[in-house]
């Protein structure tokens, strides 16, 4: 995971601690894919990344850890 997009296949991670306040952005970290069903378009998946300010106002960063997601793509 990277905190810009360069080529358009980066991969980016958005944290927002609180309702309302500003998003934080991966800096770096990992997105892995654990399977992809292509017949119900099911993909399940790890991440993990650290996250800090987008518009860098904030000092405060953030360590997301052992996230995981499960979407489908019709």
Known sequence: MTSNILTGN???GIYGPELGST???S???TLTILSYDRTTGEIEGTFEFEAEDIFGQNPDQ???TNGRFLVRIP
């Open 23 to 25: 998003g934080f952005r």
């Open 27 to 29: 800096t770096s970290g």
């Open 62 to 64: 953030y360590s997301i």
């Open 10 to 12: 980066e991969k980016i």
